[in-house]
Structure formats: C-alpha cells, structure tokens
C-alpha cells in the first residue's frame, strides 16, 4: 500500500484569497403586478389533467330481503347453562383471551422532570 504525503501548497493554491472584501450590490425590486380579482386562475397544466382518472359515481343498490341478524339465545336456553369453578381445554380454533390491560400508575401525572431531557442539535 502507497502513502500519499499531502502537500500544503497544493491546497493553499487552491484556496481562495481570503484579503479579498465582500463586494455590496444594492437591488432594486419592482412592484408585482396587481392581481385583478374578477379574472379567474389558469387552469392547471394539460398533461397533470392527462393523468387524473375520472371517479364514477356508482348509486346504491337497494335490495328487497331481510337483514340477517345474529339474535341472542332466548332465556329458556340461558337457564340451561351451569357456571363452573373449574377450568377446562376449549375446543380447536379458538383463540386465548387477550392479556389484561394494565393501568399505567402515572396516567394523569404531570411531569416536571424527565429521565433523558432533550437535546438540540448545536447545543
């Protein structure tokens, strides 16, 4: 593997000079021109319409049948069932309960300190 050796001058050349004083050149902008509220805006550009789709307004289809709703088990049914203390294997394809929600102690809390105080780039 080679070393290369840096040669100051070579970067001192191509500096600028730095003696050089910044030059001030005064601008004179001009009024805009007045908008004439009456005229109505340019239509937007062809080939950005080109690209949009026309949406198509598809109406409802109503339908002449009952809404199947699932009901709920008529009270003789509900009297049949036992509640039991013990537990037992479900059957397959059922899914476990979902864990418990616990409540965050410091829900509502306001804080005044936090662990890792933000940072701000340059700071």
């Known amino acids: ?5 840096c040669n100051s001058s070579l970067i ?10 910044p030059v ?7 009024e805009p021109p007045p908008i004439d509220e009456k005229e109505p805006p340019p239509p937007p550009p062809l080939h950005l319409l080109q ?3 026309p949406l198509k307004f598809t109406p409802p289809v109503v339908v002449d049948r009952p809404i199947e709703e699932e009901q709920p088990p008529p009270q003789e049914k509900l009297s049949e069932t036992t509640v039991s203390t013990q537990t037992h294997e479900g059957t397959e394809g059922t899914e476990p309960l979902p864990e418990p929600v616990v409540e965050d102690p410091d829900a509502g809390k306001v804080f005044t300190y ?6 701000f780039p340059g700071w």
Do not use: C, I, W
């Open 114 to 119: 936090v662990e890792e105080m933000p940072s």
């Open 12 to 21: 001192q050349g191509s500096m600028a000079d730095n003696n050089t004083k």
């Open 1 to 5: 593997m080679h070393q290369r050796s």
């Open 51 to 53: 690209q949009l789709k």
């Open 24 to 30: 001030e050149v005064e601008v004179t902008l001009t």
